[in-house]
Every structure is written in C-alpha cells, then in structure tokens.
C-alpha cells in the first residue's frame, strides 16, 4: 500500500506556523527560477547553507540582484506550518492575491520545501536565529510577521526575541496554547512521526530521489501528491514540477526532530500574550473554533481586545482558510493594512 502524503499533511492540524516583512534591496546567492515579472525564485546563504526565497510584487532583477521597485511598500514575509512539503506552493495564491498592496516574501525554511538541511536540533530558538539572519541576508531591517498554525508558536517567540524586526502580525489560524489541546497534540505527534517513518520507507525504495520523482511525477494521485485545491484558483504545470520535488525531499531528519520538539516548543508560548502596542491580527477558522477544545480561547487570550491595536475575526472555513476563502482574508488583510498605515 502506498504512503499516501496528502493525508500526512492533512493531518497536521491546527495544534501547532511565521512571516515577515519589509522592502529593500535583496542580494542574491544563488540562481533560481522565475515564475513571471511578478515573481523571482531564489537562494540565499544563511550559516552556510542554501536558504529558498520566492519574491512577489513589482520586481527588478538580474542575475545577481533581485530587488523590490518600491521600497515604500511594506514587504510581508510568509513562514509556514509545520511539515508543509512547499512553502512557497502552499502560499503562492494567497502572495499572488497580496502582491499588489505589498511586497512579498516566502521562506521556505531549512528542511522545508527546496532549501537545504539544518544540522541543528530545530526548536523554537534555532530555527528563529535562522529566520532573522534570513531576514539580514535580505537586507529587511523590520517586517510583520504573518503566520499560520504552527509558526505561530516561532512567531510570538520571535516578537519578544526580536522586537525592533517586527511592526506588525497576522495571524491565520495560528497554533495557541490551551490546557484542552494537550491530549490532542500527543495523538497528533504520534500520527505525524508514523507518517514520517513510512514516507521515509517508501523513500528508501527507490534507488534514488530522481526515481523517486519520477514515479511521483507519473503517477501523483496514487501517491497522493496533488496540488493544493483552492477555490478560484489555478497552479501551473511548472508549479507541479515544482511540488513533486519539493514533496520527494520532505519527511526528512529536520521535519522529525521539528515533530519531536513539539511538546517543549508549544510550552514556550503558555501564558505569552501579544504586546498591547503590537499591531496584530488573527484570523481563525471557524470549523477550528467550533471542533477544537480551547481554540477560540487560546486565541482570545493572547490579546488584548480592548487594545486598539488587536483585532480577531472568525472566518468561514477550515485550517487552511485561504484555500476556501481567499477573498475573506485578503480583505480583512488590506483593511488592516489601511487601519495601521503600514
């Protein structure tokens, strides 16, 4: 029987996400691929290793510089949820829908997606000195954090770590801490490491990882390699090109030791709330606020709503909202964008 991927990361629910933003000038350390005017693919070097970077908005390029046209605009970094084979496919439609009101960042951090592997352990204080030095290599010198379900956890850490790099948060359906979620999350972990040890055997069969994509590539569905399913939306073939070699690197060593850190990483959020003076916004889903004990909770007690500047909005939709409801977040995103004046 196959290991079928789309129900691995399924299954990675909301019990455990981080973006950033700002404009300048990016140098580039390696060569990519571009995806249009819009759009430029890239590696930088962070501790030594190749780090990928997808840019959305308007864009100067060349071969060895990449750089946004207006540095007036605010950028927003986009960091991911735990396990997410492709980042930087993952938030395409959601950067695409964005990408005229803000410059664009995707990370894709070490072991995720194409970039290479960390030899770090990957808890919360590694992978975030990571993302700040990512964030030094691209030359932003402050940014909003927008994350969604796990990174959550690396983003409120990051704003207390890092204060002067943050101006503001979005939040979509972010990972919180809550006494009810506990149980929930050993099963979950359990699940996760399972799924990661068959992905790693049905690996392992192949003589090589170009087999291994090539039987990917001929036949996705069996192995449940099938794009993400969002409503109004269309991936190129290039973007499935691009996701079967993402998803035949992941499930790898940082991916498990990530899973593994999970009970100590979440504890590092218990009783953490948003500061008063940090522009936040947090969207969740309302399929979650309604099946996950102490969801909408742990969300509520992380603000503080009688502050001006924190906001929450329960979206029609399931975990990731913007595959459903792509509209409704855009919106309340440029509306707060307007609110702040970023």
Known sequence: MKTNLKQIYQRIVPVLAIIMLVAINVPVYAQGNTDSNRAASRYITVDGKKMHVVLYGDINQTD???SFTNNNKITLVMLPALGVPSPHI????????LDTNF???IIEPFGYGLSDLASTTRNVENINN???KALESLGLNECVLLVHSSSGI???NFVFDYPEKVKGFICIDNTVYDDAMLEELALEQEYMLAGVDSFNELRDSFSSVQDFQRALAENPESYG????EVTGYTYSQSD????IQACSLSCNDNIKDQIIQMNSSILTIKDQKFPDT???LTLISSVNAENVPGWETGHRNQLNLSSDNHELYILEGQHYLWYTNLSGIVEHINDWKVTHEF
Do not use: C, H, R, S
């Open 64 to 66: 060895t510089n990449v």
């Open 90 to 97: 993952y938030f395409k439609p959601l950067a695409q829908a």
């Open 103 to 105: 410059n664009v960042v």
């Open 130 to 132: 990571e993302f700040n």
């Open 154 to 156: 690396n983003g409120l």
């Open 225 to 228: 390699i099938a794009l993400p």
């Open 240 to 243: 499935m090109d691009e996701y």
């Open 278 to 280: 940090l522009p936040v």
